[in-house]
């Protein structure tokens, strides 16, 4: 059975820097495509940053050069390092899992069939 559990979110002031951790159980770990999505409440949930079995990277424009997605095969978890957070980075973020994704679609929610329960990322002044 396959389990995702994220950590690490919580509130942080705007610049800040947070870590998120994502705890994966139950399948070949090494593998999959993981990903980090996030949902701001009223909107769709959107692709973040993406890592395939190879360790190759991808992320979306807004974040690019502030946030890094690892992976610690090791240890079956997987991370998203976020520095200069904005107001526009609160969100749930969630970790996700795919068996095989396209390289253009690494960043689709729908190419992912596991998730995690998410956890909160909260931005203040």
């Known amino acids: 059975q396959v389990q995702l559990v994220e950590s690490g979110g919580g509130s942080v002031q705007a610049g800040g820097s947070l870590r998120l951790s994502c705890a994966a159980s139950?399948?070949?770990?090494?593998?999959?495509?993981m990903g980090w999505f996030r949902q701001a409440p009223g909107k769709e949930r959107e692709g973040v940053a993406s890592?395939?079995?190879?360790?190759?990277?991808r992320y979306t424009d807004s974040v690019q050069g502030r946030f890094t997605i690892a992976r610690d095969n090791a240890k079956n978890t997987l991370y998203l390092q976020m520095n200069s957070l904005k107001f526009e980075d609160a969100a749930m973020y969630y970790c996700?899992?795919?068996?095989?994704?396209?390289?253009?679609?690494?960043?689709?929610?729908?190419?992912?069939?596991?998730w995690g329960q998410g956890t909160q990322v909260t931005v203040s002044s």
């Open positions: 996700a899992a795919a068996r095989a994704v396209l390289w253009t679609h690494l960043l689709v929610p729908a190419k992912y069939n596991y």
């Open positions: 890592i395939d079995s190879i360790g190759r990277t």
């Open positions: 139950g399948y070949t770990y090494s593998s999959y495509v």
